[in-house]
Structure formats: C-alpha cells, structure tokens
C-alpha cells in the first residue's frame, strides 16, 4: 500500500505524522512506499529526511486574518498553484490513501487527492480544528482526533479518537527513572526540576520571564530550558551572567530532539505554550504543566489550555503574569507535592498509549488494508 503524507509547518503538525508513519511502518507499510508533502523552507525540509523518508515540498503560506491582506492574497495563490503540483505527485506516485495532520500545503494536497478520488484521512492535534483542517473536513472519510471533546467541531459520521500519537522514542523515554532522566542532565535527585520551553523556534516572553526569575529560582530548583532557536543568542549572553554556583543548576539548549523525551522524564514540572503536543506529551509522562496560551495566535492554544486545565493537569497563566511573578507562579506548585501528584494522576488518566496504533490502523482502513 502507498501512502501520501501531507504535514508540515511547525512540529504540531509534523510529530503526530510521524508517530503515525512509524505505527504503518510497524505494521508493513515499507519507507519506499510513503511519499511526504511539506511546505518550502519548513522544518519538515529537517526533519522528514532524517526519518529516511521522500519528501516533496509546495508552496504555501498562511492565510489567518493575523496576517497583513496583501500577503494574504499572495499566500492564496500559492496555494492555489500548488494544487496542480500535488496533482503531478500523487499522478506519479499513485498513492492508494492521503493522511494529513495540517500545515499550509495540506490544503492543496487535499484538493488534488480529492481531485484523484484518494479516500482521505485526517488526524486533528489539536482540541479544536484550524483553517487548514476547518477546510478538508468535508473531503476526508475521516477524521482522527486527540479528544472527545472535538465532537464540538468534527461530524460524528468521521470523527475517531485515537489520543494523540507520541513518537516512539518519547514513549520509550517514559520508562526511564526519573534518576536515570536526570542523570543524562547531570543534574541532581534531590532537588525539583522545572522544564522550560517554548516551541521550536522559541517563545521571548516565555525566555525573558524565565531569565529574568532564574537568580531567585535556581537557589531552590534545577531548570532545563529549551530556548527555541531563534532566541538561543540572547538567552545564552543573559544566562552567562549568571553566577557560577546557580549556573550548576541551569541547562539551557536552543533545541532538543533525541533527548526530549529524557527532559520530559527528568522534570516536576513543565512550563510552557499549549501546542497540540502538549495533550499527548504530558499525559504520556504524567507531568503537571504551567500553560500560556499564545496570545496573538488563532484560539486553539487557548482551547487546548482549558482541555486540561479543566481536567486537573494543568493550570493556566499569561505572558503578562508571568513576566511580574514567574517565581511565584511555578514555586507553590513545585513545592506542593500532594497538589502535584494530583495533577500527575489527572494527566496520566488522559493519557492513550495505544493512539499510534489506532492511528495507523485507519489510515490502513481507509487505504483498502484494514
């Protein structure tokens, strides 16, 4: 069976694609026979080839009302050239299903597969669907889902929950002991540990907050921080000043990838966006999570905040709070250990440790091989 993968943009969208590619990969389905769809000059240009898979890349952009009108119409465009370059792959490829989680070049890869009459699969990360999702809806056969609370938006005919689909070396990182997470930080057992980060690329208010309380924090805490890789520069000349005893306590990298999983292990507590990933990533660990929702992006992070805030496992801020108080946000959780294993246990009972497989099983369905 040949599958076409459209994923692209942001990790949001391309981890849960490959969790799902690893889960066909698991069940047969041979590298050869996955073709990649990505956007130019993404992170997937990185990340998909790594996987030693085929990737393809179209043009796109976003087309959100947070971005200025004329850029707007040329990203539509874009976007409409590039149906008949998805078109030319899948005429080549001859792939028997499309499974998509996103990105700007899955709407144009959605129109071609419609185009070629391919059964579409679709996975939604996140709580609520974004234009892109919003806009392929009615061509998919149907539509994986991290929750249940997405019957709000998804018809009940294609809705499927799955759970999100962790990466399997992150799921395998959860059986590590938190000494052993730790160990590979050379940091300490006996003291909390808080994991910063902000997305790939980094989120300023997130760095600067955390800089700016990191003299008062590291007296009682360890910290691993991912800066993002956009604001690696400033945060590492600001954190050099720190002095040499609290720098003991202190890991910063601008990006992680083999030893994300570890990070998550090691720490107490995270704090940090409310991307999609965070509703599978934390439940799989069982980590209690400080969220700030982005605030100038489209709601979803908003409604993925409130999906486990109003479960238990979490608890919400803003950038406006947390660049007056970060260390009066984060110390009374970390030093309440009844109200943190009450978060743990609200998370881990979110957690669906068999979503890739599920996953995977209805891109097969739907690709004639259930």
């Known amino acids: 069976m040949k599958v076409l993968v459209c994923a692209g943009g942001t990790g949001g969208h391309i981890y849960p694609a ?167 930080f050379q940091l300490l057992p006996n003291r909390p540990t808080l994991f910063v980060f902000g997305g790939s690329r980094g989120a300023w208010a997130i760095n600067e907050a955390l800089i700016k309380a990191l003299p008062r924090l590291l007296e009682q805490v360890q910290v691993i921080h991912i800066t993002g890789t956009l604001t690696w520069d400033k945060v590492n000349e600001q954190a050099a000043t720190l002095p040499g005893r609290l720098r003991a306590y202190y890991r910063p990298f601008a990006y992680l990838h083999e030893q994300m999983g570890a990070a998550f292990r090691a720490a107490d507590l995270v704090l940090a966006r409310s991307g999609a990933s965070m509703l599978g990533e934390c439940p799989a660990f069982g980590l209690p999570a400080v969220l700030v929702p982005l605030t100038f992006a489209w709601r979803y992070q908003k409604v993925n905040a409130d999906y486990l805030t109003e479960r238990g496992a979490a608890v919400q801020t803003t950038d406006e709070a947390l660049s007056e108080g970060l260390y009066d946000i984060v110390m009374p959780l970390l030093q309440d250990e009844a109200r943190l294993g009450q978060m743990r246990a609200a998370a881990t009972a979110l957690d669906k440790p068999d979503a890739t497989d599920q996953l995977a099983q209805m891109i097969l369905d739907l690709g004639g091989r259930g």
């Not at 998509?100 to 990360?125: C, E």
């Not at 709580?127 to 919003?134: A, C, F, N, Q, S």
């Not at 609370?149 to 294609?158: G, H, R, T, V």
């Open 18 to 184: 490959l969790a799902a590619v690893a889960g066909l990969k698991k069940r047969g389905v041979r590298p050869e026979d996955i073709l990649w769809l990505g956007t130019t000059g993404a992170m997937e240009e990185e990340l998909v080839p790594r996987e030693g898979l085929r990737l393809a890349t179209l043009a796109g952009g976003a087309v959100v009302s947070s971005v200025p009108l004329p850029q707007r119409i040329m990203n539509v465009g874009k976007i409409g050239w590039s149906v008949g370059t998805a078109s030319n792959h899948i005429r080549r490829f001859r792939p028997d299903v499309m499974f998509m989680t996103g990105g700007y070049a899955a709407a144009s890869a959605s129109v071609a597969a419609w185009l070629h009459r391919l059964p579409i699969g679709i996975y939604l990360p996140d709580v609520e669907p974004g234009t892109t999702i919003r806009f392929t809806t009615p061509l998919a056969s149907k539509i994986g889902c991290t929750s249940e609370a997405s019957q709000a938006y998804i018809p009940a005919s294609k809705m499927v929950v799955t759970g999100y689909p962790v990466r399997p070396e992150m799921r395998a990182a959860t059986q590590m002991t938190q000494t052993e997470a730790l160990a590979a």
